[in-house]
């Protein structure tokens, strides 16, 4: 009987004790699934951080690209609200319109004396990663009104995916699957190094790095070709990097010139990227007309 009471209590005892531990495990992974979301949850609005891209033309017959860090707001009733800091002219704006469908129609407001100085009409891709359309607006440094100016905004991800996955897999126009950016990354800046596998002979998914064949891991090995690249690739005696050879925005396709490669392309193929594809000559990719202009 005495062995029977030792074991209820011992029972008791144990449950007193595991409630609050459980209590507490529970705890956490409500806030760890909470933060999960938080971070990699996909935006259905225009709420949230974008990058804006636009070029003034100049009195000079030149252009001068302009980038602007905008912060929206959009209320349940399709009202987006924001503010707007251009890099170059040094002003900040807010901005208010309306989102019907995937239209946006809005103006925008000089901060320092509440001046209506311009409009801007956008319409939002599928997936709420880009707003395509045009500005017009009061250019400070021209002193001129300029007309419908093309204006691309790209969605800015959690600063910790940012951080932490500066490139993805994504779906491509080009051939499938592509690597993408999920930050901006001025020219000369380093987009990252690529993982690397075992040593291997070559193939469709390896890098040659001081005269021996790597595997290439993922998300690296979907970079595709272009013939009018924004990155490449730099090497070492061990290793490879990838340098933005122009400014790339967040979502977008991460591309670099397979002909500058330390390899001969195994299997030749027609190029299909953006500049070719407005050419009416077919150009090849490897093989006989491997060159490096």
Sequence with gaps: MDNFLLGVLASLSAAA???????????????????WKFIF??????????IARYSIPKKTGTSEERIENISA?????GVVRG????????????????????????????????SDVGTLQLKVDGRYKQLIGKVSLYDSTEK?????????????????????????????GINDTGLFSNRYFVKGSTIGNILLGHETDQGMHTLKIGGCNYLVKKPWLYMNHSCDPNAEIQYSSNSATVIAIKSIMPQTEILIDYNRLQEDISEPFTCNCQKCDH?????????ASHEIA
């Design 17 to 35: 004790l595991w409630s609050p531990i459980a209590i507490v495990q529970r705890t956490i992974n409500v806030r760890v699934l909470a933060i």
């Design 41 to 50: 949850s996909k935006n259905k609005t225009m709420s949230g951080k974008w």
């Design 73 to 77: 707001f959009q209320d349940g009733e």
């Design 83 to 114: 503010s707007i800091a251009n890099s170059k002219a040094d002003i900040n704006y807010t901005f208010i319109g309306e989102l019907s469908g995937k239209n946006f129609v809005g103006h925008y407001v000089n901060k320092s004396d509440d």
């Design 144 to 172: 001129a009104m300029m007309y419908n100016i093309d204006y691309l905004w790209f969605r800015l991800p959690n600063i910790l995916i940012q951080k932490l996955i500066p490139v993805r897999a994504d779906v491509s």
């Design 279 to 287: 050419d009416a000559s077919s150009i090849i990719i490897g093989g």
